[in-house]
């Protein structure tokens, strides 16, 4: 059996983000989510931190037969709430926990993100999270519409080209202070935030700036059975329609 047994064939609910975009939310996700829950806290000596993928915490990817349950929940289900076709899908999942302190997070881990910007537009990317811990306080996740693109772009490029003095004048805020970001600011307006609850997972398009509603830093634990634990799954496939 799978480790990853689906249990929700139906949304609970429906984010409208605006667009046509919307994040699909399911409760009770899962037949076992404690057993999940224990099977991560047992790998917590695999969990690595991955820089190339700017995950501000550790993370273990899942062998494939444990996600099969839900590889199969997305090829008869999920696919058809986003129009992706069948044939030739793709799923990673990992095990995921949020750990580090804002005063360490890098300059990319300050800002909300995107998981692909496809350049192939027959593909499609979803992502997904499932929040596996009982505390509301160390936050869902929310998402962004950019407004100001260029002022964005200029900014990173200060950033990368090290002139430092030039980015705290234009931009005064976003090089001194490091936090995680859970509301507007002169780039990003907030469209949503979904609140956490066990075993409660959420998917929508990865082309959608997305950040964890971190509010509550300080909250956050080093294990997986008492912090911000969640799976994180990306799934791509060709376009439908």
């Known amino acids: 059996m799978s480790l ?6 139906q949304p609970t609910n429906r984010v409208d983000l605006g667009g046509g975009r919307e994040v699909l939310v399911y409760d009770n996700f ?23 993928n700017k995950f501000p915490g ?11 349950g839900v590889r199969d929940w997305v090829r008869n ?15 990673l999942a990992r095990m995921s926990l949020v750990s580090m302190p804002p005063e360490q997070l890098a300059w990319g881990q300050r800002f909300c993100h995107r998981d692909s910007v496809n350049a192939d537009p027959a593909k499609r990317l979803l992502a997904g999270v499932l929040y596996l811990f009982d505390d509301p306080l160390l936050g869902g996740t929310s998402f962004f519409d ?6 964005f772009r200029e900014m990173n490029m200060l950033y990368r080209g090290r002139r430092y003095a030039e980015l705290m004048s234009r931009y005064p805020g976003f ?5 995680y970001m859970t ?3 002169r780039f990003f307006s907030l469209l949503a935030t979904v609140p956490p609850a066990f075993n409660r997972a959420i998917f929508y398009d990865g082309s959608i700036y997305h950040s964890g509603d971190i509010r509550a830093p300080s909250r956050l634990a080093g294990t ?13 496939g060709l376009r439908s329609a």
């Open 4 to 9: 990853l047994s689906v249990a929700a064939w």
């Open 30 to 52: 899962l037949s076992q989510p404690d057993q999940v829950r224990a099977y991560g806290q047992a790998r917590m000596p695999e969990f690595v931190h991955n820089k190339a």
């Open 58 to 68: 550790i993370e273990y990817v899942l062998p494939d037969d444990c996600v099969s």
């Open 77 to 91: 289900h999920l696919i058809k709430q986003f129009a992706v076709m069948r044939g030739g899908l793709s799923l």
């Open 146 to 151: 950019l407004h100001d693109e260029s002022a």
């Open 175 to 179: 090089f001194e202070s490091p936090a």
């Open 183 to 185: 509301g507007d600011n």
């Open 224 to 236: 997986y059975e008492a912090g911000r634990a969640t799976v994180n799954f990306f799934i791509e």
